[in-house]
């Protein structure tokens, strides 16, 4: 059984950078046939998928974060992380890792393991 598990600041500054990381117990992200994923739902909207890194190191963004998103990993700590520059409130979300079957939201993917969420607020 794979479990994830979402670690960082519950309140980062505007313009400051969100720095989220994913500890997965359960299933290697290096060999595993998973995306790793980051989506996020900000309050009272659906989710939006972020970006997603391959068990080949591969990285994937939404076109629409990638000038302020970053993702990787840490194989030895079984450990995939997210980096978002330059926040501003409207990044204010829950934010999940999960390991998908492809790469998009949940609507349009099976995401076969989530983690359990965790609440970012971006407020000076």
């Known amino acids: 059984q794979v479990q994830l598990q979402e670690s960082g600041p519950g309140l980062v500054k505007p313009s400051q950078t969100l720095s989220l990381t994913c500890t997965v117990s359960?299933?290697?992200?290096?060999?595993?046939?998973?995306?790793w994923t980051w989506i996020r739902q900000p309050p009272g909207k659906g989710f939006e998928w972020m970006g997603a890194i391959a068990s080949d190191g591969s990285i994937y963004y939404s076109p629409s974060l990638k000038s302020h998103t970053s993702i990787s990993r840490d194989t030895s700590k079984n450990q995939f992380s997210l980096q978002l520059s330059s926040v501003t409130p409207e990044d204010t979300a829950v934010y999940y890792c999960a390991a998908s079957g492809g790469l998009g939201p949940p609507e349009d993917n099976e995401y076969d393991y989530w983690g359990q969420g965790t609440q970012v607020t971006v407020s000076s």
């Open positions: 359960g299933g290697s992200i290096a060999t595993s046939y998973y995306y």
